[in-house]
Each structure stands twice: as structure tokens, then as C-alpha cells.
């Protein structure tokens, strides 16, 4: 069965902290995963997709990476806007592009 | 705007009254998903489309249905709600590949 497991559940920083979220998965093969952001109240907002081991992406303060077993999304020097609840997701190469597997998310909170 | 919208935003009815919340996105993508989103339980598929009269079932499709005529529009139908079907639903669509999917800003759904 495939799976998604976010870590830490929460995690507080002060600002300027620098951190990692981890995502790691169990998909018989991977066809991508996906980094989102959400904030309370509103719909995951996409940030980006990563598709082979070794692979890097980057949008401004945030860093996202991709082994074979697990993803970290990097936050380098948080700022208080940058808290929020990450969502990793993953697309098995068996399945649907329309077949996204959400983790339960890692709750990001920047004080100041 | 390239947007999905979905509505009502919130919506409270009694068990056994049939429901319907409608999506609609006009990026002219070809998937389309329902989510719900569930305090510990995180994002869960409940059905997804490849194409127009193309769906399929996600991870917890009892009790709801989905129809896909038109390529933007993508119900929710609820033949008869319960009170474990009251949660957060998302409608998400995708152009597949590199993309994720983007959300609507949510429907919040309670069923006494």
C-alpha cells in the first residue's frame, strides 16, 4: 500500500532558525511528489514537484530535496510569514495522474 | 483569474437531505479530484477524473458520487449525508506532468 509520513507533526522555530521537514514514502514507484503550503482556512497552495533522487528545488527561503526513500523541505532563516502547514504528496508510476497520496502535513509555526 | 471555484463555502444540512456542491476551473485541465480534510486524518482522495466521463474512485469514496459531462465542472453529489461525512472538502484540478494540483478555498460541510 502506498504511504506517506510526514515528520515532525509540529515544529516551532524563532525566526531565523533554520530547519527541515521530512517526508518520507513507500510507493511501488514514483512518478513525483509534491511540496504544498496551506494556511488555515484556505486551500494547499502548490509549490513544487520533484521527480528523480539527487533532485533540488528552490522558491525563496524554502529548498526542497529527493532521495529514494524520503524528501526534506529545507526552510533556511524562517520568517514569521513563513508559518503554515506543509503537505507532501506523492503519484505512484502505477497509478492515475489524477491519483495524489497526501501525508498528514507538518504544522510550521516562525515566532518572531 | 486561473482558478477553481467551488461552492457553497459552507454549507450545514440534516442527515438524509441529498447535496450537490459544484466545482468548476477554468484552466482547461484534464484532472480533476475531491478531497476531504479531517482533523489527524489529513488530505483524503475521495474521487478523482482523467478526462470528461472518465473518474475513479480514491481512497474513501462510500457515500458520495462524482460526474464529470463537461471538462470544467466536476460535483460533489451526496445522496444521503451522515454526520461522518461533516469535514473540509477540497475540489483540486491539474494539467498532469510537471503540475500539482490547485485547490479551491475549501467547502466546510456539517451534517446534524
Known amino acids: 500500500e502506498d504511504q506517506v509520513t510526514q515528520s515532525p507533526e509540529a515544529l516551532r522555530l524563532q525566526e531565523g532558525e533554520s530547519s527541515s521537514l521530512n517526508c518520507s514514502y513507500t510507493?511501488?514507484?514514483?512518478?513525483?511528489l509534491f511540496w504544498y503550503r496551506q494556511d488555515p482556512g484556505k486551500g494547499p497552495e502548490f509549490l513544487f514537484t520533484?521527480?528523480?533522487a539527487g533532485e533540488e528545488k528552490e522558491k525563496e527561503r524554502l529548498k526542497a530535496t529527493l532521495t529514494k526513500k524520503e524528501s526534506f523541505l529545507h526552510i533556511t532563516a524562517p520568517k514569521p510569514e513563513d508559518s503554515a502547514t506543509y503537505l507532501c504528496a506523492v503519484q505512484a508510476v502505477r497509478g492515475s495522474q489524477g491519483n495524489l497520496i497526501f501525508g498528514k502535513g507538518t504544522k510550521l509555526s516562525v515566532k518572531p | 483569474e486561473a482558478q477553481v471555484t467551488q461552492n457553497p463555502r459552507y454549507l450545514i444540512t440534516v442527515t438524509g437531505k441529498k447535496l450537490t456542491v459544484t466545482c468548476s476551473q477554468n484552466?482547461?485541465?484534464?484532472?480533476m479530484s475531491w478531497y476531504r480534510q479531517d482533523p489527524g486524518l489529513g488530505l483524503r482522495q475521495i474521487y478523482y477524473s482523467m478526462n470528461v466521463e472518465v473518474t475513479d474512485k480514491g481512497d474513501v469514496p462510500e457515500g458520495y458520487k462524482v460526474s464529470r459531462k463537461e471538462k470544467r465542472n466536476f460535483p460533489l453529489i451526496l445522496e444521503s449525508p451522515s454526520p461522518n461525512q461533516t469535514s473540509l472538502y477540497f475540489c483540486a484540478s491539474r494539467a498532469g506532468g510537471h503540475y500539482g494540483y490547485t485547490f479551491g478555498s475549501g467547502t466546510r460541510l456539517t451534517v446534524v
Open positions: 484552466m482547461n485541465h484534464e484532472y
Open positions: 510507493v511501488s514507484g514514483l512518478r513525483g
Open positions: 520533484l521527480y528523480s
